[in-house]
């Protein structure tokens, strides 16, 4: 057998005073997750580059250094 408690007592005033709370909080989080970054406004953005047209190079350069860096520690390994 199951025990049945009342279901129509009244909710304390602090109870009823936490879930006001708990609900502000909710709609507050709410709000900020709707900026997936935190960001208000776009103006972090004001003063800085786009990138250029070059940027492929570089990033070939870089690519090209780590190997040449990669196959220089290769060849050092093998004369030891």
Known sequence: ???F???DEQKTEFQNQLAAELQARAKERAKLADRPD????????????KTTS?????AIIIIVT???AIWLMALSIEHS
């Open 38 to 49: 935190g960001v208000d406004d776009s103006q972090y953005i004001n003063g800085t580059k």
């Open 66 to 68: 780590v190997g040449i």
């Open 5 to 7: 408690i009342r279901q």
């Open 54 to 58: 070059l940027a492929w190079v570089w």
């Open 1 to 3: 057998m199951a025990l």
